[in-house]
């Protein structure tokens, strides 16, 4: 079965960080990028970063660039973003989704583009108050 389920979110201060974690099954490594997105209150769901099919290659959308970092580990197959410097606007659901396909020409590559991704697990949720 095919699933990811992200954990790691919670209540912290301003100028606190965190580490969200994204566990992916059922999916074999080297097919999928990752990414992450979250979505506040009132707002539309936005692209955070995005992490490629063979995880060498990375993209991180303005919302949080300079303060988050993604990586992942194949071997345990996890997916996680780092987060430094957290802000009450950063408050969100935070969701991983897998951009599944057969095979890719470009596997260096990933896109932020919710579109794109026909996975996605239930959320986390990161609260930050001043």
């Known amino acids: 079965q095919l699933q990811l389920v992200e954990s790691g979110g919670e209540s912290v201060h301003t100028g606190e960080s965190l580490r969200l974690t994204c566990e992916v099954s059922?999916?074999?490594?080297?097919?999928?990028?990752v990414g992450w997105f979250r979505q506040s209150p009132g707002k539309e769901r936005e692209g955070v970063s995005c992490i490629s099919f063979n995880g060498n290659g990375t993209k991180y959308e303005s919302s949080m660039r300079g303060r988050v970092t993604i990586s992942r580990d194949n071997d345990s197959h996890r997916v996680y973003l780092e987060m430094i410097n957290l802000k009450p606007e950063d408050t969100a659901v935070y969701y991983c989704a897998a951009d599944v396909r057969e095979s890719t020409s470009f596997p260096n590559m990933c896109l932020v583009a919710p579109l794109l991704y026909n996975y996605w697990g239930q959320g986390t949720t990161v609260t930050v108050t001043s």
């Open positions: 059922g999916f074999t490594p080297g097919t999928y990028a």
